[in-house]
C-alpha cells in the first residue's frame, strides 16, 4: 500500500491527523532570513522522554486508526462470489459456471385435451 493512499485514509478517519504538505527551500529561505536572534533553548534529555509518546503509546493509537479505517472499508459480498474470487485467485484460471439443466416444460393440458379442444373449435 502507498504512503499517499494511507495518508488520505488517515485524514478521512482522523480528524486530528494532518499531512504535512511539501515545503518549498524558498520558504525556509525566508524562515532564516526573518530571524533576527536565532535563540534556542537547551533541551535535556529527559524532558524530551516525557514530551514524546512511549512505543506502547504510539502502537495503541496506531491500532486505533487501522481499526476505524477497518470499520470503515467494510463490504459484504456474497459467499459465493468470494468463494469464486478466491478460487480463481489460487487456481489463476477462470472459474467456469455451471449451466443450470433446463426441465421440460409441463403443460396442465395433456394431448388428449388438444384434441378435443381442435375437433370443438374447428367443427363448429
Do not use: W
Request: one cysteine or more; a positive charge; charged letters at 45%.
Amino acid at each position: 500500500m502507498s504512503a499517499s493512499i494511507v495518508r488520505k485514509s488517515l485524514e478521512i478517519v482522523d480528524s486530528d491527523f494532518s499531512s504535512k504538505g511539501k515545503s518549498s527551500k524558498k520558504s525556509k529561505k525566508n524562515k532564516k532570513q526573518n530571524e533576527i536572534l536565532p535563540s534556542q533553548r537547551k533541551v535535556t534529555v529527559t524532558e524530551i522522554r516525557k514530551k514524546s509518546k512511549t512505543k506502547d503509546q504510539r502502537l495503541r493509537e496506531n491500532l486505533a486508526k487501522l481499526k476505524l479505517i477497518k470499520k470503515i472499508c467494510t463490504i459484504d459480498l456474497d459467499k459465493n462470489v468470494t468463494r469464486k474470487i478466491i478460487k480463481r485467485g489460487v487456481t489463476k484460471k477462470p472459474v467456469h459456471i455451471k449451466e443450470k439443466s433446463k426441465k421440460p416444460k409441463k403443460t396442465a393440458f395433456t394431448e388428449e385435451d388438444f384434441a378435443k379442444f381442435e375437433q370443438e373449435y374447428f367443427n363448429e
